[in-house]
């Protein structure tokens, strides 16, 4: 079974409005972090956010915020006021206790901001 | 945040060859690193973890004959491809997660581009 499912191959924003990207999760711990990064075409992975299981309250960096509903098992990514350099893939990935160090990452959405 | 190194970023070699990969952590110790793969358009997959001082562990279908893994200090881990086949030109990235951190973040290199002739 998919640890991490992302189910939006591509999305598309207008700049400077928000865009929020899915992310579901699946796993039997009551302990694990959930995480997303970007790449862009560059292939660096730029972490982006990180939410522990245990966190009560959303997380929050800049521009992004996670959107963490835990009985549904989802950590949503949303993007506020997009920028055209925010154009990239982006990866939801988790680290519970089966996988004590290894990053589960989902298979990725593109992100494109129209100008 | 903390910041980690790859080199080279990109690397052509013949068919045959061995090529080694440097990964390093910058301003930080890392206890464990990881190396992906990954192929155009698809998610990173993890090949091997390294822990300083101690044999890798490699995932399910990794030859660990073909990829070498040396984590020889708290700062560095190389990857060696062992005669190296076109298929396995692929985009290699290196992960670090910092010494004392629990389910905290996970660094990233900027990735090596292998090309294999």
């Known amino acids: 079974a998919q640890k991490i499912t992302q189910t939006q191959p591509g999305m598309f924003v207008q700049e400077k409005e928000a865009v929020t990207l899915d992310c579901t999760y699946d796993?039997?711990?009551?302990?694990?972090?959930l995480f997303w990064y970007k790449q862009p075409s560059s292939g660096e992975m730029i972490f982006l956010i990180y939410?522990?299981?245990?966190?009560?309250q959303n997380a929050t960096e800049g521009r992004y915020s996670l959107n963490f509903q835990k009985a549904r098992k989802s950590a949503n990514l949303v993007i506020s006021a997009s920028q055209l350099g925010d154009s990239a893939m982006y990866f939801c990935?988790?680290?519970?206790?089966?996988?004590?160090?290894?990053?589960?990452f989902g298979t990725g959405t593109r992100l494109t901001v129209i100008p | 945040g903390a910041v980690v190194s790859q080199h080279p970023s990109w690397v052509i070699c013949k068919s045959g060859t061995s090529v080694k990969i440097e990964c390093r952590s910058l301003?930080?110790?890392?206890?464990?690193m990881f190396w992906y793969r990954q192929f155009p358009k698809q998610s990173l997959m993890l090949m091997a973890t390294?822990?300083?001082?101690?044999?890798?562990?490699?995932e399910q279908g990794v030859e660990k004959d073909k990829f070498l893994i040396n984590h020889a200090s708290l700062t560095l881990s190389t990857l060696t491809v062992t005669s190296a086949h076109p298929e396995d030109s692929s985009f290699y990235i290196c992960?670090?997660?910092?010494?004392?951190?629990?389910?905290?973040?996970?660094?990233f290199g900027p990735g090596t581009r292998l090309t294999v002739l």
């Open positions: 992960s670090a997660r910092e010494f004392g951190r629990a389910l905290g973040e996970q660094f």
């Open positions: 990935a988790m680290r519970d206790g089966a996988g004590a160090n290894n990053l589960f």
């Open positions: 796993t039997s711990d009551q302990s694990y972090g």
């Open positions: 301003d930080f110790q890392a206890t464990t």
């Open positions: 390294s822990n300083e001082g101690s044999k890798a562990t490699y």
């Open positions: 939410q522990g299981s245990y966190d009560e």
